[in-house]
């Protein structure tokens, strides 16, 4: 069976704040003036944005996708559980996915809790990913980057303990006790609702998801070393005794669909390229905060000249993130090959992009859901078709 | 004079003992950075046996991943002076995070201090002058911050700044994280001076951009009597590498003059 006879599409939102400040060579992050705030223009874009997200749930989208960031512009979504709270009122079909909170960032019990009240809200619509949080997370939280893996894994024991084991329970750790963990409502889905692993290929998270059968999502990072982190995953899964499957693995990728090439060309391009070159934006300093990377993998990145931050062009982005710009054929094609050459059902799509204007996002969600799903649904793989 | 290098081994972590001359034994307890060597300070090695051992987690030191807080290095340097014989009082100068290490020790383990120096020592809460985000300072910033004479700053940029020297500041600033990340002050360090009993000398430059001059005010006030302060114009937060003067101040103090 193809990875593309069950395919699932993940409408996924970053919700910019995209009024940048500029000349900012370290980005909009962490100590971007707070000023520059306006909440008459935050709560119309708040508005859209949700908009745009429950029409994701209309046209069929399998599953409406937020995020978490702190003191950016990047995103207006400090706390990704408050829009998912929002979106399931409003949404009555797709699953309610917050890949997510930083588990770090808040106290363990306290997530297990928020995220069991919205799978029960949703009536098990719940999906749950978990990343350790950008560098940049660390410096506007009161978050030690210097033991974060420690803490993110033993946070996650406390979750798994709280959502697994009938409380109340105990918990003795390094940086968590508890006399009574004993959370009230439990997930509706059981025994939890699915949970990934958000990483940015470093080795350890990869292997630590497959150990404990958690799925695994790589976050913006090339393709190539994306397809590598998957091999690794299957490897370590099997290693394990569980059965990989195409539903474990999230790709991502910013497709936008129009009328002809040259038009979707014309009206996402620019857009995209904010993203990357304005919101994406960080410092060396700010990425990395002190123990955030073991050392030697620090080492192997300055070798690499991953720090070398240089202009990025339309170019060079296009050949090492998913990014298609054409006809529904086009970006049906393209979205078949990325699923079949990550072995993954599940696709999340960024149909929202940089400073992209409403309208053109409902374009893109709309011609996606109605020219290029079917045409998805429709395809059958090479060997499927060889059968037949 | 040099520095004779030497390994020991303390709770199973390999660190690194700098030593140089003989006499009364006088230990240094470096701040957050290791790389530079501590060639400055031998001038206090004439008439004594001077001590400079690297913090775990420092220079040619191993890590130690169980230190993460700046107790476990006094709990760590308790031990390391039993190795080293040093059970009569000995002469302690602490500079920076080596300062708040000091001045931790000189409390929890007053009897093995007869003098004591902290040179702009970090570690006391001064909300009206805060030290600088250390953490948030790129390797190429680093030296202007640290240091204000421009005759020793021109020394230091002078290199280029390797990769090999971002990642042994990157383990040394992962080190410290371990153990000032959340704030680099201690709130209970203000009520537990009171327990220093030895004479006290407060070190500091006017113009330390790190940890600014007027928090000398707040330690001498948390001292006592026991405590006086030299300060030097025109010198940044590494005070012993940028004027003569700090050293030959230690000097006299230990000494027993003023």
């Known amino acids: 069976m193809s990875v593309l006879d069950r395919l699932q599409f993940y409408l996924m939102h970053f919700m910019p704040y995209p009024d940048v400040v500029p000349g900012r060579p370290q980005g909009q992050w962490v100590d971007i003036p707070n000023a520059h705030f306006d909440p008459v223009k935050g709560h119309k874009l708040y508005k859209e944005y949700l908009d745009e997200l429950a029409l994701g749930d209309e046209l069929g989208f399998d599953a409406l996708v937020v995020n978490e960031h702190h003191s950016t512009f990047y995103s207006l979504m400090p706390s990704c559980s408050i829009v998912a709270g929002a979106l399931i009122a409003r949404t009555r079909r797709a699953k309610i996915c917050v890949f997510g909170t930083p588990i770090t960032l808040t106290y363990p019990h306290r997530l297990a809790e928020e995220y069991a009240m919205l799978d029960v809200m949703s009536g098990g619509r719940l999906e749950c990913a978990f990343p350790l949080g950008t560098g940049m997370e660390y410096w506007v939280n009161p978050l030690n980057p210097s033991n974060a893996r420690e803490r993110f894994r033993e946070s996650m024991e406390v979750l798994m303990q709280a959502w697994t084991q009938p409380g109340p329970t105990r918990f003795d750790g390094e940086f968590y006790h508890y006399k009574y963990l004993n959370p009230f409502p439990l997930p509706y889905q059981k025994p939890h609702p699915k949970i990934y692993i958000v990483g940015s290929g470093t080795e350890d998270t990869v292997q630590y998801a497959a150990e404990k059968g958690f799925g695994y999502s790589q976050v913006f990072t090339p393709v190539a070393a994306q397809l590598k982190s998957f091999e690794n995953y299957r490897n370590t899964t099997m290693k394990h005794g569980h059965t990989p499957d195409s539903e474990s693995i999230i790709i991502s990728c910013i497709p936008y669909v129009a009328e002809t090439e040259a038009k979707a060309v014309e009206e996402a391009r620019d857009h995209i390229l904010f993203y990357f070159k304005n919101l994406l934006r960080t410092s060396d300093q700010m990425n990395t905060p002190p123990g955030y990377l073991p050392v030697e993998r620090l080492r192997k990145r300055l070798e690499a000249g991953v720090f070398q931050s240089s202009e990025i062009t339309w170019e060079a982005l296009t050949s090492v993130y998913r990014t298609v710009l054409g006809t529904p054929d086009q970006v049906a094609e393209r979205i078949a090959f990325w699923c079949e050459q990550a072995q993954s059902s599940k696709i999340v799509v960024h149909l929202h992009a940089g400073d992209m204007p409403h309208w053109k996002a409902v374009k893109n969600i709309t011609l996606f859901a109605e020219e290029v799903i079917p045409r998805l649904r429709r395809k059958l793989s090479p060997a499927l078709k060889a059968a037949e | ?258």
């Open chain 2, 1 to 258: 004079m040099r520095f004779q290098t030497s390994d020991i081994t303390v709770d199973g972590v390999r660190v690194q003992v700098l030593e140089a001359g003989q006499g009364k034994p006088l230990v240094y307890f470096h701040g957050a950075g290791a790389s530079r060597g501590f060639d400055e300070l031998l001038p206090l090695a004439g008439k004594r046996r001077l001590i400079v051992p690297i913090h775990p987690g420092f220079g040619g030191s191993d890590d130690d991943l169980r230190i993460n807080a700046v107790l476990d290095y006094v709990v760590h340097y308790a031990t390391m002076f039993d190795q080293l014989g040093l059970h009569d009082p000995v002469d302690l100068v602490g500079h920076s995070l080596g300062g708040w290490i000091a001045s931790l020790f000189a409390i929890f383990q007053g009897h093995r201090v007869r003098r004591l120096t902290l040179a702009c020592p970090a570690g006391l809460r001064v909300p009206e002058h805060p030290g600088a985000d250390l953490f948030m300072i790129p390797p190429d910033k680093l030296p202007s911050t640290l240091v204000a004479s421009q005759v020793v700053l021109a020394k230091m940029t002078s290199g280029e700044v390797t990769v090999d020297m971002k990642v042994a500041r990157y383990r040394e600033m992962t080190s410290l994280a371990r153990v000032i990340w959340e704030r680099n002050y201690d709130p209970k360090l203000d009520r537990w001076l009171k327990r220093v009993v030895a004479p006290t000398l407060i070190l500091w430059g006017e113009q330390d951009r790190v940890l600014p001059v007027q928090q000398a005010a707040r330690w001498v006030e948390r001292l006592g009597s026991k405590a006086e302060t030299a300060t030097f114009d025109g010198v940044g937060h590494l005070v012993f590498i940028e004027t003569p003067g700090a050293i030959e101040r230690v000097e006299s103090f230990l000494n027993g003059g003023g």
